[in-house]
């Protein structure tokens, strides 16, 4: 990967629908060689996908929770069993095997605190594998990216 590379992606990830001309215009180099990077860029799993960004708030999503995760860890396809339900959630946006106090950390999605209720219900306490796990509701968000530095 070169400066043009570096360049081309940094652009992308400010607007994936920038037109070809447009990037190419921008970095100096043809149209058909900005094509070529792009399609080798994405070849080699480097831009994994392309995708809108959504705003939370306008979707009624007024509640965002960090939570940090802490499993009894008697057997390994109970782990397993976890991270699956995680992987697969729908208010579960991001989600992290960590090292340190908690064993996973995730950021949940929900309308409201009686939505979060709900899902540490369904979640949380209904999981015999889950020995405790800390919330922190995200007061206001000051940063928030999907953005790498390239």
Known sequence: MDSLDRKLLARLQKNAKTPIQELAQETGAST????????????????KQESAILDPQKLGLGITAIVGVELERDR?????????K????????????IAGDSDFIMIVMA???AG??????????ADKNVRKF??????STEKATLELPV
Request: glycine fraction near 2%.
């Open 32 to 47: 058909a060689s900005v094509q070529r990077r792009l399609r080798a860029l994405r070849e080699a799993g480097v831009i």
């Open 76 to 84: 390994l396809d109970q782990i397993e069993a976890f991270k699956r």
């Open 86 to 97: 995680a992987r697969h959630h729908p208010q579960v946006t991001n989600f992290y095997c």
């Open 111 to 113: 309308k409201d605190m």
């Open 116 to 125: 979060y209720e709900a899902f540490t219900h369904e979640f949380f306490f």
């Open 134 to 139: 800390r919330t922190s509701i995200v007061v």
